[in-house]
Nanobody, 127 residues
Framework: QVQLVESGGGSVQAGGSLRLSCAAS????????MAWFRQTPGKEREFVAA????????YFVDAVKVRFTISRDNAKNTMYLQMNSLKPEDTAVYFC????????????????????WGQGTQVTVSS
């Protein structure tokens, strides 16, 4: 079982940037597709971005395309989310997730496909 820990959240003004990290322990993530989700109070968890285990394939929700970048360093067992041009509507708790996959280009946008989750990190963007 892999444990995931998010970090890098905080409070920024609109237009600012943050870089979230998701550090894994317990086993390697080199064969896992990974993703970022976010959630605000009273709403369902929302998909943000995903990356295949090879890093060759990425996918973003339309709301963050161009502004966010997802990447991973399998040697460091860590995934990242670079968030630029942040908007107040990006305010949420951000969660990372992982699931072992067989395809090097496989990723998922549905939360039910992921088996391992972190505890989340708060991102607050003020106008």
């Amino acid at each position: 079982q892999v444990q995931l820990v998010e970090s890098g959240g905080g409070s920024v003004q609109a237009g600012g940037s943050l870089r979230l990290s998701c550090a894994a322990s317990g086993r390697t993530i080199s064969s896992s597709a990974m993703a970022w989700f976010r959630q605000t109070p009273g709403k369902e968890r929302e998909f943000v971005a995903a990356i295949s285990w090879s890093g060759s394939t990425t996918y973003f929700v339309d709301a963050v395309k161009v502004r966010f970048t997802i990447s991973r360093d399998n040697a460091k067992n860590t995934m990242y989310l670079q968030m630029n041009s942040l908007k107040p509507e990006d305010t949420a708790v951000y969660f990372c997730a992982a699931v072992v996959t067989t395809g090097s280009n496989t990723y998922y946008s549905a939360s039910r496909r992921y088996e391992n989750w972190g505890q989340g990190t708060q991102v607050t963007v003020s106008s």
